[in-house]
């Protein structure tokens, strides 16, 4: 996935604990999203960032908070990570919404 | 509202054609997109079509558009077992502002070689 990382790939971690993920871009795309994807699910949108500091919410973003202080690095964080946020987690930049999206290559969290 | 369905599973013969379907309900969209997800890998955007066409081909890929009703297909000639992964269709919105793309649920494509 050229111009936009992950990070860390893999994750374990004990509930009532914070996570913070990072997405990091080389493209200078103004927008950039965090998704999740469950079984039976697909992707969710948690948050998503059109500028730095301009973010918005996504249909689930309760127990998630973001934030973007420069155009290059996106961070989700869990403040107190619960089970039903074991997921794989996605994210994703574009010019713009109506642009095709490029995505990382995704964190597997899981919450013990 | 914005809602994209797609069925979650769809199993084809190695040398078959393929075709994944998707309907959403949002009638001004503007493009509509399909992405590829491989096993442990991101979404790849794969293709996609305006919403004033009704075909676009390219290579073993067809994309074909009904915007009356609304249903939009991906078609793979000649499948082969690498085309094994999940499907996803995407609508936006353009004309709405500053709206995310809407994925469907995705279609798992297993190629039996």
């Given at each position: 996935?050229?111009?936009?990382?992950?990070?860390p790939?893999?994750?374990?971690?004990?509930?009532?604990?914070?996570?913070?993920l990072?997405?990091?871009?080389t493209e200078?795309h103004r927008?950039?999203?965090?998704?999740?994807?469950?079984p039976?699910?697909?992707?969710?949108?948690?948050?998503y960032?059109?500028?730095?500091?301009?973010?918005?919410?996504?249909?689930?973003?309760?127990?998630y908070?973001?934030s973007r202080?420069?155009?290059?690095?996106?961070?989700?964080?869990l403040?107190?990570?619960?089970s039903?946020?074991t997921?794989?987690?996605?994210?994703?930049?574009?010019?713009g919404?109506?642009y095709?999206?490029?995505f990382?290559s995704?964190?597997r969290?899981t919450?013990? | 509202?914005e809602?994209?369905?797609?069925?979650?599973?769809?199993?084809?013969?190695?040398?078959?054609?393929?075709?994944?379907?998707?309907t959403?309900?949002?009638?001004?969209?503007?493009y509509?997109?399909?992405?590829?997800?491989?096993?442990?890998?991101?979404?790849?955007?794969?293709?996609?079509?305006f919403?004033?066409m009704?075909m676009?081909?390219?290579?073993?890929?067809?994309v074909?558009?009904?915007?009356?009703?609304?249903h939009?297909?991906?078609?793979i000639?000649d499948t082969?077992?690498g085309?094994?992964a999940?499907?996803?269709?995407?609508?936006?919105?353009?004309n709405?502002?500053?709206?995310p793309?809407?994925?469907?649920?995705?279609?798992?494509?297993?190629?039996i070689a």
């Amino acid at each position: 996935d050229a111009g936009i990382t992950q990070s860390p790939r893999h994750k374990v971690t004990e509930t009532g604990t914070p996570v913070t993920l990072r997405c990091h871009q080389t493209e200078n795309h103004r927008y950039m999203y965090w998704y999740r994807q469950d079984p039976g699910h697909g992707l969710r949108l948690i948050h998503y960032s059109y500028g730095v500091k301009d973010t918005d919410k996504g249909e689930v973003s309760d127990g998630y908070s973001v934030s973007r202080s420069k155009t290059e690095d996106f961070l989700l964080t869990l403040e107190s990570a619960t089970s039903s946020q074991t997921s794989v987690y996605f994210c994703a930049i574009s010019e713009g919404h109506n642009y095709g999206y490029t995505f990382g290559s995704g964190t597997r969290l899981t919450v013990v | 509202g914005e809602d994209v369905e797609q069925s979650l599973f769809l199993s084809v013969r190695e040398g078959d054609s393929s075709v994944i379907n998707c309907t959403y309900t949002d009638s001004s969209s503007t493009y509509l997109y399909w992405y590829k997800q491989e096993p442990g890998a991101g979404l790849q955007l794969l293709t996609y079509i305006f919403s004033n066409m009704d075909m676009k081909q390219d290579q073993r890929l067809t994309v074909l558009l009904n915007k009356k009703d609304k249903h939009l297909s991906l078609r793979i000639a000649d499948t082969q077992t690498g085309d094994s992964a999940i499907y996803f269709c995407a609508e936006s919105h353009r004309n709405s502002g500053n709206t995310p793309l809407v994925f469907g649920k995705g279609t798992r494509l297993s190629v039996i070689a």
